[in-house]
């Protein structure tokens, strides 16, 4: 069995790198003023993939932090994959401009699915990642402010019938929670979709969260607030997942 894909986040707000709680911007907490030195210090571990996020991007639906997109590629060799507030042609031709490798879209697959399908056939599906912000089983939008009408198994067979590869799935009832990943929801997104790529994503707390994930086969985690209030050793989990 292949290791899983360690994915550290960082998530930014003016500039800065911060956390929130089940998506709550009330609930802000900053943890650094400086992305790109975190970044650096997810490289210098021997971390080499990001998961970068724009929150006010995704309030806004525009890409506000793309300044933060723009330092953290060009100071680092970070696979990053980019979301949050790519909702047009110029967002995402932006994204791309920035230096993002990957380009996560989660709304914009739900309300204009048209746009999306046109961005994979442009870009090709290995660099757009879909989406799956779940709220009940019902996939949630605009920065987790709406639930769509969609549940989250339509929602993927739709997209893996039109070539998407890559999937990350969030438990938004998990998601800063430090409770422990959404795991029965994994295991039976992984039983009916084997071929997606699922990553997992809210709720990991320790190192124990992440070798749950990789023994039921995600095939990789996205990791947050874990690290950023150090419950995680990052060395023991490059040691144990990467090296």
Same mark, same amino acid.
């Given at each position: 069995?292949?290791?899983?894909?360690?994915?550290?986040?960082?998530?930014?707000?003016?500039?800065?790198?911060?956390?929130?709680?089940?998506?709550?911007?009330?609930?802000? %907490?900053?943890?650094?003023?400086?992305?790109?030195? &975190?970044?650096?210090?997810?490289?210098?571990? *021997?971390?080499?993939?990001?998961?970068?996020?724009?929150?006010?991007?995704?309030?806004?639906?525009?890409?506000?932090?793309?300044?933060?997109?723009?330092?953290?590629?060009? =100071?680092?060799?970070?696979?990053?994959?980019? /979301?949050?507030?790519? %909702?047009?042609?110029?967002?995402?031709?932006?994204?791309?401009?920035? /230096? !993002?490798?990957?380009?996560? *879209?989660?709304?914009?697959? &739900?309300?204009?699915?048209?746009?999306?399908?046109?961005?994979?056939?442009?870009?090709?599906?290995?660099?757009? $990642?879909?989406? !799956?912000?779940?709220?009940?089983?019902?996939?949630?939008?605009?920065?987790?402010?709406?639930?769509?009408?969609?549940?989250?198994? %339509?929602?993927?067979?739709?997209?893996?019938?039109?070539?998407?590869?890559?999937?990350?799935?969030?438990?938004?009832?998990?998601? *800063?929670?430090?409770?422990?990943?959404?795991?029965?929801?994994?295991?039976?997104?992984?039983?009916?979709?084997?071929?997606?790529?699922?990553?997992?994503? /809210? =709720?990991?707390?320790?190192?124990?969260? &992440?070798? $749950?994930?990789?023994?039921? =086969?995600?095939? =990789?985690?996205?990791?947050?607030?874990?690290?950023?209030? %150090?419950?995680?050793?990052?060395?023991?989990? &490059?040691?144990?997942?990467?090296?």
């Amino acid at each position: 069995m292949s290791r899983i894909k360690i994915i550290p986040a960082i998530d930014t707000i003016k500039g800065r790198c911060v956390r929130l709680t089940k998506g709550d911007y009330d609930t802000e %907490k900053v943890y650094s003023e400086d992305p790109l030195q &975190v970044a650096k210090g997810f490289e210098e571990l *021997g971390i080499t993939r990001l998961h970068l996020v724009d929150l006010e991007g995704a309030k806004s639906g525009h890409i506000c932090n793309s300044e933060v997109l723009r330092r953290v590629a060009s =100071g680092t060799n970070l696979k990053i994959d980019f /979301g949050g507030g790519v %909702k047009s042609d110029e967002d995402i031709e932006l994204a791309f401009q920035c /230096g !993002a490798n990957q380009v996560t *879209g989660g709304s914009i697959a &739900v309300s204009n699915p048209e746009l999306f399908e046109k961005w994979m056939e442009k870009y090709g599906s290995e660099k757009m $990642i879909l989406g !799956a912000d779940v709220r009940n089983e019902m996939v949630s939008i605009s920065g987790w402010k709406e639930d769509s009408d969609y549940h989250l198994f %339509k929602f993927l067979d739709n997209y893996q019938k039109k070539g998407v590869k890559t999937v990350i799935c969030t438990d938004i009832s998990k998601d *800063g929670m430090l409770q422990g990943p959404a795991v029965e929801l994994y295991q039976s997104v992984m039983k009916e979709f084997p071929n997606l790529e699922l990553v997992a994503s /809210g =709720g990991v707390s320790n190192i124990e969260d &992440v070798r $749950i994930l990789n023994e039921i =086969g995600c095939w =990789g985690v996205i990791i947050g607030k874990a690290i950023y209030e %150090k419950r995680i050793d990052m060395n023991e989990l &490059v040691n144990e997942f990467i090296l």
